[in-house]
């Protein structure tokens, strides 16, 4: 199985669009841009709707649904919304189908079906919710309104790759309310947290949190947060954002309160989300050209065993201890699996779970039932040793903590490794070519000058980091003054 | 704010309707047949979710997830299917939106981006899901392939209600693929005992199963499986369905195996599904002109405490033997709210949290504190009692679970005391008019006949129900033959 995979220095792209496939996590669909999320792919993304579903209520969210489709007149309603998303997008034009009278067995869009207005698939769904925003709120004590929903939503790309550009994907998007404008920047910060918190903890993804400039900004938003990543290759991948959207929205759909002196205002909104893209985070910061790597917090399986057996006295000998194992580990909240197949060899099931990403590996055979040992394997290091039998559940639990604590610190070294500083442009395109990863640069703060270096290098504005220091110097590629280093880079 | 609720004897619909949005499940939305789940209704849904989800998991099957568009060319594969839904269906031709330059701030679609080949939005997934599978069958050895799929589907309704009937609603669609017929069969038999335990234990809403007739059959299936509720205004409501699809799909899509003696053969399918609508049986089966009425198994908060007081001396002691109490209570897995609001009088609160259906309120004030006691009133039958604060939590876990049971026998008793027994046309129609609910009568297997009947009184065959006894008669309406009774019924 994996031994058919292209390794990451052969053609890193090639690579990541084979273990999607290979490692049974999604694959192109019959429509155009849309995939299939497979079960083991979805069992990846279950777990993290999990955790982010119950840090959302942590901090005081409900969920909710909305409608699937939006009127095209309440996207034109917030102007720049519309500039930012309506345009690639799918439309809904028609609502029946008929037999097609000149092709017998072929169904036809029925013309007399027309819809008086056009009905656009959601991109996002600030337009729909702050239109049903309007009729919920009409004092202060209805607010805040702190709501989340899980949806598919839909972008017509052009160009699309397995999670990280689809044309449908899953995403959960909160929509806030709020009275005052630093209780709405308070909700859009407190997000960014919550995302970097699960990307850290969860994902073992290290993140940059920061700000957005106004180019790479939500179209409706005032200010936009966002986490960053960076994969292997040396690419940055925003992870999430959050947006404050100021009174945009409220303003568009006339959503006002009467404070507590009973004077009229608009309301203050924020929005965030996550989605399927996710995924692809994961996929292309663990994994090795083994295949998948998974942090055990989020593995389906956290611990497979393979019994290792010449006759069938041996497997039964192995199936009963295992059992008791099994028992134990699952006590501890370990999700284990005996891959007890007698119709594949061990190499065989050794390799298929290596292609996986099952964070540990227990093989047991007829020495280890005597010796009264396991052989325990770990996924991210592809290390090995014999553990006696007595407490190894305590010791596999440990050991899923530490591949999830080693996980998380081999992804920021590599990371703090990649953010270089560079005070030419010269240097700039060097690093950007030779080693990739974050830039960190002087900017002279204009739009002009991004779209230059974006036209020049191909790398943007990933974000002004919120921990940056204040520093004097002058812009990489104008030389003009600026207050302080961006990073730039090139981005997935 | 109860006091404004239309009454069941005034006009059930009217009732239903209204509930439904003051006790904040759901409302409509600016989209045509859309509606808006609002929190309350949502956490109703995911705790039905969470449930569902765990009984198919624990039966084997695991959530994946497919595209939400079906190409027209996948409808027209499999014709039965393309009969039975794709003719109303919201369909997408276009995939770009541009500024109208005849109407500055307007969008228009933008003729230049129509899709080469439509797209429907899925009314339901069997064509993209078998088109997928074919890719993943070859062998037995891939067989059974059990999977389900929590979605929103669309499907054009002219007449909308709240939950019961929209255009889009949110649903889970089970679709296996098995090497036998008697497997498919078996699997198609199971989800509707799984269909049926979740109904009864945590619905508290008795059930029939039973079999469809060939008119009431979902289009693609050989035998549908169902599940049949009775609302309390006389009239039936499908719950569930389980379809048994024979090879219809397989041949469709051509998804073929190699058998252990190598041979090729076409798998065989089952496809199963409940919806939102559930929410609809929920609200109609126990609520009353009171409002809402929540079984303890699906009530977002079990128990609410009302604090009874004059001075702010009186509110904090009554607040910190409260939390005492819902420390308690929540060691005991009870969810439980403490409205402390200061806004809002007693009275209020009470109207309130009947109105949302909370199955168990406690209230507090000085006298109780001073002789140790809580006031606990159920929702369901209104009562009160005065109960000592010594292990009041048991108290109350037990409460739940009588309330839960007594849910369940009120609701069977109900319901066998409206399944009559008729033995003439004229019976069946004064049944029908004066009593309602289901009506057992002889029928002589013509899908004529029952169209007949449903023409004359609008009851149609709800099912054969499973436990039906065999028993010779002659056909209500035609007199001729018949082997056994069915189940007649106005529906939703």
Known sequence: MSKNLTTRAEDYSKWYNELVVKADLAENSGVRGCMVIKPYGYAIWEKMQAQLDKMFKETGHENAYFPLFVPKSMFEAEEKNAEGFAKECAIVTHYRLKNDENNP????????AKLEEELIVRPTSEAIIWSTYKGWVQSYRDL??????????????????????????????????????EEAIEESEKMMHVYAEFAQEFMAIPVVKGLKTETERFAGAE??????????????????TS???????????????????????YVWGTSWGV???????LVMTHSDDKGLVLPPNLAPIQVVIVPIYRTEEQFDAISEQVNGLMTELKK??????????????????????????VPVRIAVGPNDLENGTYEVARRDNLSKEVVSKEGIE???QNLLKRIQSDLFTNALNY?????????????????????GGFISAHWDGTAETEEKIKDLTKATIRCIALNRVEEAGSCVLTGNSSNGRVLFAKAY
């Open 105 to 112: 067995g072929k169904l036809m869009v029925d013309p007399n």
């Open 144 to 181: 805040p309104l702190l709501i989340n929903q899980w949806a598919n939503v839909v972008r017509w790309e052009m160009r699309t790759r397995l999670f990280l550009r689809t044309a449908e994907f899953l995403w959960q998007e909160g929509h806030t309310a709020h009275a005052t404008r």
């Open 223 to 240: 200010e936009t947060y966002c986490i960053e990543a960076l994969m292997q290759d040396g690419k940055a991948l925003q992870a999430g």
């Open 243 to 265: 947006h404050f959207l100021g009174q945009n929205f409220a303003k568009a759909f006339d959503v006002k309160f009467a404070n507590k002196e009973g004077k009229q205002e």
């Open 275 to 281: 989605s399927t893209r996710l995924m692809g985070a």
């Open 332 to 357: 501890l909240g370990v999700s284990v699996k005996f891959d007890n197949r007698d119709t594949q060899k061990p190499g065989f099931k050794f390799a298929e779970w290596e292609l996986k990403g």
């Open 394 to 396: 305590v010791y596999i």
């Open 415 to 435: 990371r703090d490794s990649h953010i270089t500083e560079v005070n030419s442009f010269e240097e700039f395109k060097e690093v950007l070519e030779t080693k």
